[in-house]
């Protein structure tokens, strides 16, 4: 049938099952959004207040459904707007595909308004891109952006297209059925020997899982794994959720802001498995002085990652979900008792516990355990980035995947709102809370009006210190107590705020208010803001210090 190029574009959203594009209207995309108001009782558009938010969104629905999410955007600032959320989705792996219009073909290259080199631009923080100047390779051409994005290892993939390619017309052919995806190498059967070899001489094996776990969908084969070879299991930042937190065998995070017990395992164990996971330098701490003593099994789907930030001493290229289910397979099932109850020991003695609070006032431990229970640990929790982000990970008890949604690899303020938008529209029927610091929330606050606008009945929560927490933790501990540009100390209304873009708010001033408001809130259907007032010499702990051990955190100060 003879399209437009815009046509055409709809048509390959809907092969791709796509349901949903977040996006902001402009001149370069005018032929592709008239295109969606014909194809709108297929495609639900949200309009967001700004890009970034539409690529933020774009990333929750992702993360919270396990789809690709999709953004659209105009040329020049429109474009560029969205590199923020495209960084923040490649850093952390997430499946989306960006497309963004540019100025017709002829005036490529000549300056022209609103133009911008957007390939040239996102070529570092994309899997992929496109410039497609002919409407012959459009079709192919988004089909194979969908494929990228879902291929090996996740990422964002852009497409950007001349105003002139979308509005002419060509046959459009449909897709027989979509492009297969690249399936990952599986390891040599040697390999899986000496894994084999290396699990059933370890007596103390510790097992660090990764985002790679969630990417993968291999949360119930981590589950029979480490119960296979009776080890203990901590988590990066990335994989809250990718292991049951409520099991005896879970241990809380591994790294700067690690429980105390996972810094004892990794300080005592004979094995290291590292599933999913990158090794990055907030895990690490110093790469100098981690598992020096131990050899280290790593799991992963990209070989870029394998002897990058440390050196193993076997590595497992593939998917983790299939490498695990093999390892099962071939492992018989053992018992390393006194392990694991030295693992119970250290858990009993060391339990997270914040300090710097008054009696009376709220502490953000108290909050979220409150805000878990009330919602039986089943609530999609949406973080900024902070010291609100590292409480969430620590206190709310994750049972399964795509439960926990944050920026960890670019450490992105003002995600939060954008991704919580995303995941409540992805899972209707679930409870999404965007866990953010007062910080964080002023960057991209201009997104409540999205949440008002078509009723996203998410409930953003602020942790109100009127500082930037985290970084005024690191100038309180190293630099003397010189709080250069870290209190804040807005007279922001948060209420008023809220009424004006048409959400209804709440303040927690006292424990008293925890759990009548929370109760509150969740009982709404209808978007809610609230404004949780905290002391700013609540700090996050344990912490390991810049250049320190990660077997070393620091306990209290």
């Known amino acids: 049938m003879l399209l437009t190029g815009a046509e055409i574009i709809m048509e390959c959203l809907l092969e791709q099952g796509v349901d949903t594009v977040f996006g902001y209207p402009g001149g370069a995309v005018l032929f592709i959004y008239d295109a969606l108001y014909k194809y709108r009782d297929r495609i639900n558009h949200i309009r967001t207040a700004h890009e970034q938010g539409a690529a933020h969104a774009a990333d929750g629905y992702a993360r919270s459904s396990g789809k690709t999410g999709v953004c659209i955007a105009t040329s020049g ?15 952390d792996s997430v499946p989306m595909v960006a497309i963004t219009g540019n100025v017709s073909c002829d005036l490529l290259g000549l300056d022209s308004f609103q133009e911008v080199d957007i390939t040239g631009i996102t070529m570092p923080v994309t899997k992929h891109n496109y410039l497609v100047k002919h409407i012959e390779d459009l079709a192919d051409t988004i089909r194979k952006a969908f494929r990228i994005a879902n291929s090996g290892r996740k990422g964002p993939v852009l497409v950007d297209i001349p105003k002139d390619v979308t509005a002419k017309l060509f046959e459009y052919t449909p897709a027989r059925a979509p492009l297969p995806l690249v399936k990952p190498d599986f390891p040599y059967p040697e390999r899986f020997d000496q894994a084999v070899d290396m699990l059933q001489k ?11 776990v969630i990417a993968a969908e291999a949360f119930e084969e981590l589950k029979d794994f480490a119960d296979r070879i009776d080890a203990p299991v901590s988590s990066s930042l990335m994989c809250q959720g990718g292991y049951d937190q409520t099991d005896r ?12 017990t996972s810094a004892l395992a990794i300080k005592n164990c004979d094995l290291l498995i590292a599933v999913g996971t990158r090794f990055s330098d907030r895990v690490l701490c110093n790469a100098n002085l981690f598992a020096q003593h131990c050899p280290i099994l790593q799991i992963d789907i990209d070989s870029a990652e394998f002897n990058k930030n440390i050196d193993v001493d076997l590595k497992l290229k593939g998917d983790a979900k299939e490498i695990l289910a093999h390892l099962n397979e071939l492992l018989p099932k053992v018992s390393h008792e006194e392990w694991m109850q030295s693992i119970e020991n250290w858990n009993a003695e060391f339990p997270l516990q ?14 979220i355990e409150t805000l878990d229970r009330l919602t039986d640990s089943e609530a999609i929790i949406v973080t900024e980035v902070g010291q609100h982000q590292m409480w969430a990970a620590q206190f709310y008890k994750f049972r399964g995947p795509h439960h926990f949604i944050s920026s960890g690899g670019l450490g992105t303020m003002g995600f939060g709102l954008g991704a919580a938008l995303g995941a409540q529209i992805a899972n209707p029927e679930k409870r999404v ?16 009006s999205t949440a008002a606008q078509y009723n996203i009945p998410m409930i953003e ?61 969740l009982s709404l259907h209808e978007p809610v803001l609230i404004n949780c007032l905290i002391n700013r010499d609540v ?19």
Request: hydrophobic share 40%; glycine share 10%; with cysteine.
């Open 354 to 367: 914040q300090q710097g609070a008054t009696p009376q006032e709220v502490t953000p431990q108290e909050l």
């Open 77 to 91: 600032p429109g474009a560029t707007n969205l590199v923020t959320g495209i960084a923040t989705a490649y850093m």
């Open 202 to 212: 370890a007596k103390r094996p510790f097992i660090y899982s990764g985002g790679g």
């Open 539 to 557: 700090n996050v702990l344990p912490m390991v210090p810049s250049g320190g051990s990660v077997e070393d955190p620091i306990l209290e100060m």
């Open 433 to 448: 809370i965007n866990i953010a610091g007062d910080g964080s929330f002023h960057m991209n606050c201009n997104e409540l």
């Open 249 to 260: 065998r879970y241990i809380g995070m591994l790294g700067m802001h690690g429980t105390n």
């Open 461 to 521: 929560l602020i942790f109100n210190n009127s500082v930037l927490g985290m970084v005024r933790q690191w100038q309180k501990m190293f630099y003397d107590g010189r709080f250069s540009q870290t209190n804040l100390d807005r007279n922001t209304n948060y209420e008023m705020l809220a009424q004006a873009f048409g959400m209804k708010a709440f303040t927690i001033r006292e424990k008293a208010d925890v759990e009548p408001v929370l109760r509150q809130a």
